[in-house]
């Protein structure tokens, strides 16, 4: 975009009143700074119009601005961490915003391990910055670069009072080796997303050795809220949590969502603390491994996992209480199962796959219920093997470990209206001709012939049919009838 077109943007903002929303289209991927920001002319020393020089325009004229960006690596070259107007290090959104790009996979903006990647600075009045289709990479926050409080989210902080929705937005490979926060995403704000993979962020030290809290998403505060769905939150290690951890009274959804291969010194998936209630519906919770090695629900938490998945977490380290869910409560806890297969889990000192949980919609299979303290109904089935696949690619946007005849069409009275796939529930996946709830995270139906072929657990237990809703329903279309972002 030359000067001219830079400069008409501006007179249709001032033309339309102050605030009327500006909209910037980068045409560099260099990392120069505005020559004078709050002038409406997105332009450096040279003319050009660089993604930091956008966001510094957009800061300082009133009003939600748009900032589109190519298909293009942004680098982030301008050394100097601390500094809160974009002029420096991270890039700080400081105003209402829309950050487009033209997908995870084609715009990329990366930190070089200079600083944070995005910072979205807290809000007295509430602001909404929508981020979509691209990916925020290689952010790094180092022990002493930051003020004791400002040492969170190498790749996107998320500041009090903000609503942040992401879309189609990949956070990964971000590094942090300062006490506490995350190294992917630390949110005191509102963070709403779909079809977000976070994955790949680490405190690099070795497990045990580091000091960041989470290695995925850290949520603090009973005024904040983090809802995503379609999600990906795998390969990510830290000190307490490897892929989530809520403290301070946060409460959390999580919803047709994959939570996979994290890797902590304590809960090698999910720390939950300090209040709050944090509901699993339709997610995969896998191959994580820590102590516990998937959950540990501590002080107050209200854990509600339904329809969901928890399986082949691995308890790790010199001490390995449990491998699945562990709630500290004792007795029946404050965990909730409903229709959710906890198999696989283990070895643990205590217990392999629960310590503490009660059944709330039955339809739960428990594959090793010794010392699980475990309240169950009449309709949970104990000590049975679900049958699970391994994690694979089964349809939907996440991979999913498909189950075996003790879940298929055995779960629960009532499940949600589709799978982690998106597949429609239920399903008649034993060919009897009734369709009833599977257990766990995903309803076997006549697509899964097509990713079973030659699979000798649930797929051999189908009798052929001349049609089902699934044939009329394909994956993609039940994705795009879905609500999204709520
Ligand atoms: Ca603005
Ligand atoms: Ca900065
Ligand atoms: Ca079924
Ligand atoms: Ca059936």
Redesign the pocket.
Known sequence: MDRTRHLMLAFALMAGGSLQAATFAPDATGDSVDALPGDGLCADADGHCSLRAALQEANALAGADTIMLGASVYALTRAGSNEDASASGDLDVDDDLVLQGAGAGATIIDAGALDRVLDVRPAAATRHVRIEGLTLRNGALALGSQPPLDRQGAGLRIGAGVDVELAHVDVRDNQLTTFAGAAGIDNTGCLVGHHVRVIGNTDPAPIGGGSAWAGGIATDGAESCLVLEDSEISDNRADIAGALLLHGGASATLRRTLVADNAARVAGAMHLGQGGVVRLENVTVSGNAGNPGAILNDDGTRLVVVDSTITGNHASGSITNVGGIQDVHGGFGRTELTNTILAGNGPGFIADDCVAARSVGGGNIIGNSAHCQFDAQADDRLDVDAGLGALADNGGFTRTHLPGANA??RGAAVCSASDQRGVAR???????????CDAGAVEVGDLDAIFTNGFDGAASLRAPRMSSTLSAAPVGAAEQARPQGT
């Open positions: 298929i069409d239920p399903q008649d996946g034993d060919g009897d001709g009734i369709s009833a």
